[in-house]
Each structure stands twice: as structure tokens, then as C-alpha cells.
């Protein structure tokens, strides 16, 4: 059947093609050449392969649900791919022999038990219980893993990855966000980072994962006075000093940026803080104008303070890197006007040259400093001396790509998104038999701009709860390609993490929105896990190389298999 070219989307023109007596892979391959046209079309041939490589994936992944392609010389309903190899392009033995695989979590969103062994609260725990999530929900129980941690790191290890990241409660750690350690806090690390040991696990801890003790907040405003500097580098000492000899990699903040305009611009994270007209949810304080300026200088000082800390005191004897992780998307112009490409660079500036620019130069970026003036803090020159150079690495979470356009500077009072003066435009870039992807998802250009070695973490949300979720396989394949074209064009990335090993607390949706490679059943107590399809076929890229994986029939097996 010939494709007209016409702008239609992939899943129409096959269903279309079956309706009309051709076989499914037929149909599959009249809609890859459909949306090659509209590629091509588009101006966008430097993807036509990643896009190939991508269906190519797509009709593997797709086979598991016909019911009649199962092998019939394998009696237990499994299928045998053809090599993995073929399909993505990579294997694992592509990637540098000390590049590791991993997941991750974070302490708020996937410990529990918050009132339990001497933790005190978070200003997690006083925003969630003030009703300030989406579905009211709170990270009381969440995926229990204060209980459950022994049998989740033999998951990670079953799993064959490689490597995890979590965070370290402060509150549970510390208490009272100074003075004294909590010996059970303590204790909980140490069995923690013992499991992960034993496993032979590499081990990535993040100090801050935007979970701060709330006294601190009550005691002098958390991250808006530079006093948490004194208080965060003690936190730091207590975490090098008891568990260094074990961690090579700590992170100090994870998403300065993202957590600041969240917390203080737009109040969707605690502590809450914002100022009319800019508020996504009802502030009782705060000043959207200047303090996510304020809140990030802070967590620049203090990352500057932890990292000379670990020079002085540690390095020598643990041999460890001390980093820091951004949160960003790479952005594209929408149109080619000039307008749209200084909007372009604009948000470039914005998003992560905040951070990155400070780490590298000693100071913001100057277009930062022309459009938010006065209200912008400004570095000594000894701060700035302290903070150049300060991060042996960059983790990038990067989950998406956007298309920008210019827009027009408004009088009066302004806030972040305001001074960065754009508008996010969803612009179609291909369309997965049914999966729609409006964002462009490869982080490979913005790989260039980052000065060090990196590590990148991304992930894929979804309401949708089920254990089929082709979607993520597609995604979590785009972004490892992506990676590894970086590698290979010079760029020195050292890990990739998908986000998250299991269904957590998510920060800005609660239980609304499910990233786990695990499912996790939230309305049963025993907090069940099941592995889902990608988690099935990360562990196969990885323990078989990318070849040959097997991968149970979702539609039947999946739910059969066993529930951890």
C-alpha cells in the first residue's frame, strides 16, 4: 500500500493499512516511512535515524503482545527477540568498561516511616499534611523502604544494575538540624550502605534532595539566610566522617534550580513561599521576585562550603568526588526568527547556566544579570574564587526537551519565568503507535555544553499504573543511544540513571504520577513490588548484554510473575 505523505499520525496509518488486509508488520512499516516523510519534511534528517532505531524497538517490544508469535519450542510463554543488538544499535559492552547503569530514589519519597527511631519532621512533612499536594497525599508510608530497604537493594542486585543513588534524611540523621546524631538514623545509613556493599553496588549519596529539617525552616528561613551555610557544611562533616570510607560519589543538592523557582517562586514545593500574581498554589508568604535567586545563591555557597570541606579534610584518605545536579531541558528555537533564538539562548542561561556558569566562571550569566538587575545576588570575590571549580562532576536530570519562543518583556513587577521572558511550545516530533510525544527527548546537545564529567538521570511519568509500559522502554533506549552518542562524539559521561527504580512519593504529583521500573500497590500495606516491562528489559541489556533478551507475555504473564 503506498503512504500518501499526508499529516497523519503513525497509529492511523496502520490501523488503516490492517483494515485493509495488510499484515501488522506491513502496517508497522507503512507508518515508519509516514513518519520518516513528516521528518524529512520537517527539517529535522539528522533524527531519521534515532527515529528508525526507535520504531525498530517499538515492533520488538510490540510482538510480546501477540498472542500467537510466542516461540513454539519454549513451553513457558516466553519470547525470543532477535538480538537486541540489531534493533538498538548499542550493547552494553558499548559503553566505557567504568560507565555504570543504575536507579535511584530519595529519602522523603521512598522511606516512610517519619515518625519512627527519632526523626523529626521535614518541611515535607508540615506542606503534606497541610493538604498542599494535588491528591492530598503524603509521603507518611510511601514505598516503606525504611522496612523494606534489604529487599529492594536484592531487587537492584537481581536487576543487575549496577549502581543506585538515594538520599539522606537530614531530619532523620539530625534531628533537630545541628548537634546531636541520631544513633538510629545513623544506624539505618550504615545497614543501607552495608546491603549495598555486600551486593557490590556503587553507591551515589545526595545530601539534599530538596528535604530540609523543618526547625531550620522555623529557626531562620532554611535556604533564604546564609546561615543554613554553617549548619549544612556540619551535616556534610557527620555524613563524610561516618559513612566516606564506603561512598565515592556524594552529590550535595540535587535540582537547585527547579527547587528554588518550586519552593519560592511558585510554591509548589515546601516551604511554599510565593507572591501574587505568580503562585500555582495559595502562599501565605513569600516573594516570587527575588527569592529563588536568593535560595539558589545560598545552595551555591553552601555546595562551594561542603566541596572545600571534603578537599581539605577527606579527599586524600577516601579518594571520593563531591558534585552537584541540575535539572534541566535542552531547548530548541521554535521558529528561526532571531527573536526565537535569543529566547532560545535565554532559557539556555536560565536553566542551567545559573548553576553551571557560577561553577565554572565565578559568576551568573550576563544575561541573567541584565534582566533581573538588582534583585539577582551578587558573589564577593572570595565567593566567587570558592565556588569556581567547586564540582568535581555534574549530574543532569534531564527528562525532556522543549521548543521556546520569544516573549515580550512585561512592565512591572516580574518574577523567574517573567525575566526569562519565553514561552514553552510543545511542537510534535514523531508519534509511537499511539504514544504521543510532543517533547523531544534527546539530551545529546546539551551533553556540550557541560565542562566536566557527568552523570545523567532521566525518567518517564505516567498515570497509567500498569506493568506494560512500552512507553518507558522506548524512552529509557532513546535517552541510552543518546548518551552514547555523546560518549563517542568526546563528551565524558560516567553513568546513567533511570529515574525511578520504583513507584515513589513524587514531589510535584504525589501518587498521581508513576515512574518506577517496580509498580508498587499504594492501597495494599505489605507495599508489594512487580516488576514491570522495563525493568524486565533494562535487566536483560544489561545481564545479557543486549542480546537476546526474553521477556514474559505482558498481557498474560506479567501478571503472574511474582510480586516482591
Not at 160 to 189: D, H, T
Not at 215 to 236: K, M, N, Q, V
Not at 378 to 398: A, P, Y
Amino acid at each position: 500500500m503506498e503512504v500518501n505523505g499526508r499529516w497523519e499520525d503513525a497509529r492511523a496509518i496502520g490501523q488503516k493499512m490492517v483494515e485493509q488486509g495488510a499484515n501488522k508488520e506491513e502496517a508497522i512499516a507503512g507508518a515508519v516511512q509516514q513518519q520518516l516523510i513528516l521528518a524529512i519534511r520537517k527539517n529535522l534528517k539528522e533524527r531519521t535515524g534515532r527515529m528508525m532505531r526507535t520504531f525498530q524497538l517499538h515492533i520488538l517490544v510490540e510482538k510480546i503482545k501477540d498472542p500467537f508469535s510466542c516461540h513454539p519450542c519454549d513451553p513457558h510463554g516466553t519470547f525470543i527477540f532477535e538480538d537486541a543488538a540489531a534493533i538498538l544499535g548499542f550493547t552494553r559492552s558499548d559503553f566505557p568498561q567504568d560507565f555504570v547503569f543504575g536507579s535511584g530514589t530519595s529519602a522523603y519519597q521512598y522511606e516512610g516511616a517519619v515518625a519512627e527511631d527519632g526523626r523529626r519532621p521535614s518541611f515535607w512533612d508540615t506542606f503534606t499534611h497541610a493538604g498542599k499536594m494535588p491528591d492530598q497525599s503524603t509521603g507518611d508510608v510511601t514505598a516503606d523502604g525504611y522496612h523494606k530497604y534489604k529487599e529492594d537493594i536484592k531487587l537492584i542486585s537481581d536487576t543487575g544494575l549496577e549502581a543506585y543513588r538515594f538520599s539522606i534524611s537530614w531530619s532523620r540523621l539530625i534531628p533537630n538540624g545541628r548537634g546531636a546524631v541520631n544513633p538510629k538514623g545513623l544506624q539505618f545509613y550504615n545497614n543501607i550502605i552495608d546491603e549495598l556493599v555486600k551486593h557490590g553496588i556503587q553507591i551515589h549519596i545526595t545530601l539534599h534532595h530538596l528535604d530540609l529539617p523543618q526547625i531550620l525552616e522555623d529557626e531562620y528561613g532554611g535556604w533564604l539566610s546564609p546561615r543554613i551555610i554553617e549548619d549544612f557544611t556540619a551535616y556534610a562533616d557527620v555524613c563524610f566522617r561516618e559513612f566516606g570510607g564506603r561512598v565515592t560519589y556524594w552529590t550535595t543538592v540535587n535540582e537547585p534550580n527547579i527547587g528554588a523557582v518550586a519552593s519560592y517562586g511558585s510554591g509548589q514545593l515546601p516551604p511554599g513561599r510565593c507572591s501574587d500574581p505568580f503562585g500555582i498554589t495559595k502562599c501565605t508568604a513569600g516573594n516570587s521576585s527575588t527569592e529563588p535567586y536568593v535560595a539558589v545563591h545560598t545552595y551555591l555557597l553552601a555546595h562551594a562550603s561542603v566541596a572545600r570541606l571534603y578537599r581539605e579534610k577527606y579527599r586524600a584518605m577516601q579518594k571520593g568526588v563531591v558534585g552537584i545536579n541540575i535539572y534541566s531541558f535542552w531547548s530548541y528555537p521554535f521558529t528561526d526568527s532571531t527573536a526565537d533564538l535569543e529566547a532560545t539562548q535565554r532559557c539556555k542561561d536560565f536553566m542551567f547556566g545559573w548553576i553551571l556558569e557560577p561553577l565554572v566562571f565565578g559568576d551568573y550569566p550576563e544575561m541573567m544579570k541584565k534582566n533581573v538587575g538588582s534583585r539577582l545576588p551578587s558573589f564577593t570575590k572570595v565567593q566567587s574564587e570558592l565556588i569556581k571549580g567547586s564540582s568535581d562532576f555534574i549530574g543532569i536530570n534531564h527528562y525532556y526537551s522543549l521548543y521556546v519562543s520569544d516573549r515580550q518583556t512585561e512592565p512591572g513587577i516580574r518574577d523567574y519565568n517573567r525575566d526569562m521572558s519565553i514561552y514553552y511550545r510543545g511542537k510534535q516530533f514523531t508519534e509511537l503507535l499511539g504514544q504521543n510525544h510532543l517533547l523531544v527527548r534527546e539530551p545529546q546537545q546539551m551533553f556540550q555544553v557541560i565542562p566536566k564529567g557527568c552523570n545523567l538521570s532521566s525518567g518517564v511519568g505516567s498515570a497509567n499504573d500498569s506493568l506494560d509500559d512500552t512507553y518507558r522502554v522506548d524512552y529509557l533506549s532513546s535517552y541510552m543511544g543518546s548518551t552514547l552518542d555523546a560518549i563517542r562524539n568526546g563528551v565524558n559521561v560516567r553513568g546513567y540513571f533511570a529515574w525511578a527504580l520504583m513507584d515513589l512519593f513524587e514531589l510535584l504529583a504525589g501518587y498521581e504520577s508513576k515512574y518506577g521500573l517496580y509498580r508498587i500497590d499504594f492501597d495494599d500495606e505489605r507495599r508489594p513490588r512487580q516488576a514491570r516491562l522495563s525493568a524486565r528489559w533494562y535487566s536483560g541489556f544489561l545481564k545479557k548484554n543486549g542480546s537476546s533478551i526474553r521477556v514474559s507475555r505482558v498481557q498474560e504473564d506479567l501478571r503472574l510473575t511474582t510480586v516482591f
